[in-house]
């Protein structure tokens, strides 16, 4: 397998090594050059030396087609994306944005079409979730495509499944650029509790110890709600042992059907303030796509979905008029004086509405 990736990234050339947070930014002369060295079979020695300083890995006396995976030009430009592998999950968290979490997703020869078809639109980073992505029948596969088609995968999972020796060995020989877990208790009567499934923390802590005992990448969200706050610097402690990237979550949002469930996990005292929204790269450099191929803005704005699997790559081009819409401030937000300041951005606000939920949790006229 290639040990870097060479590939356009919205307006850059990049140079990536998979399950590294480095990279060499490039210029367009080089990144021809590239093209046209994994032809001829030679090494640049600039290359050579960069990638030396940078990972302390030595290409030198290597032929281009065997270290180097160089992907073309998209005319699409949408370098980020999250795919929901499936929604099913093994843990029934109350908190959970997914509200019913129904085990179904594609197919492998429609996924493996799926994933061609982001990586023609230019996808780079791809975010692999659910639901529980690693209990998916095709996993394994769905991955190791990713991985091949050099993309820079990061797993969402809550690491009940990482201590598992085909898990490992998956994501040991094919590195990811990260894993991302949760932390929901720092004991096991907690931790059990918040997910309602007996052994839950036992499965984390043997899938963290694993990934981390492994060298894999990982980032450790605290997720701070009612049922867990008292055990907060505890859950700190623990996550700040395996990870050094932590993020704590304490605003808690509706299900994305609408469901207003997860409101009443809210830990009062940890309502964040946020900073004002001004606009995002959604629906133009980044997307989301559901589990059966349904392309849209992002995770929260799910109208007017473009169904990849019959429009191809081309029907992307639509996705950033959606995205201009969709984020128009609409009905009683449409001249509000202090839209300026306001932390939502219109697709959430509409799932806060769906939801019949207080204002105070979304609108700052409350």
């Known amino acids: 397998m290639p040990d870097l990736i060479v590939t356009p990234f919205l307006d850059d050339y990049l140079i990536l090594r998979p399950g590294s947070a480095a990279g060499l930014k490039i210029p367009a002369h080089r990144y021809l050059e590239l093209r046209t060295a994994a032809s001829d079979m030679t090494m640049p020695s600039w290359l050579a030396s960069r990638v030396q300083r940078t990972w302390g890995l030595d290409i030198s006396h290597r032929r281009p087609d065997e270290a180097l995976l160089i992907r073309d030009p998209s005319p699409y430009g949408h370098g980020r994306a999250s795919y929901e592998v499936n929604n099913g999950c093994n843990w029934n968290c109350d908190h959970c944005v997914y509200g019913d979490k129904v085990h179904e997703g594609l197919a492998w020869e429609p996924r493996e079409r799926l994933l061609h078809i982001l990586r023609d639109a230019g ?40 201590h598992r020796p085909s898990m490992l060995e998956l994501l040991t020989t094919r590195r990811p650029y990260r894993v991302t877990l949760s932390v929901y208790g720092a004991t096991a009567e ?74 009443d996990e809210q830990a009062p005292d940890y309502i964040r303030n946020e900073t004002p929204f001004t606009g995002c790269d959604a629906g133009h450099t980044s997307l989301n796509v559901n589990p059966f191929g349904l392309a849209t803005v992002c995770k929260v704005s799910r109208d007017h979905p473009i169904p990849l699997l ?57």
């Open 123 to 162: 996808v780079v980073w791809l975010e692999l979730g659910g639901g529980e992505c690693t209990i998916d029948r095709h996993f394994p596969e769905t991955y190791a495509l990713a991985y091949n088609l050099g993309m820079m995968v990061e797993i969402l999972t809550n690491g009940s499944t990482l």
């Open 190 to 263: 907690t931790f059990d509790g918040f997910t309602q499934r007996r052994g839950a923390f036992d499965h984390f802590l043997r899938g963290l110890a694993a990934a981390s005992e492994a060298g894999l990448p990982l980032s450790l969200s605290v997720i701070i709600t009612r049922k867990n706050v008292h055990e907060i610097n505890a859950m700190r402690t623990l996550a700040h042992r395996y990870a050094s990237r932590v993020r704590e979550y304490g605003n808690m949002s509706p299900t994305f059907d609408g469901g207003a469930d997860p409101l």
């Open 310 to 366: 019959t429009a191809g790559v081309a029907g992307l081009a639509r996705l950033g008029g959606i995205a201009d819409r969709v984020l128009q401030r609409q009905g009683a937000c449409t001249g509000c004086a202090l839209q300026k300041k306001c932390t939502k951005c219109m697709p959430l606000v509409k799932m806060y509405r769906r939801a019949d939920a207080p204002l105070n949790r979304y609108c700052q006229h409350a």
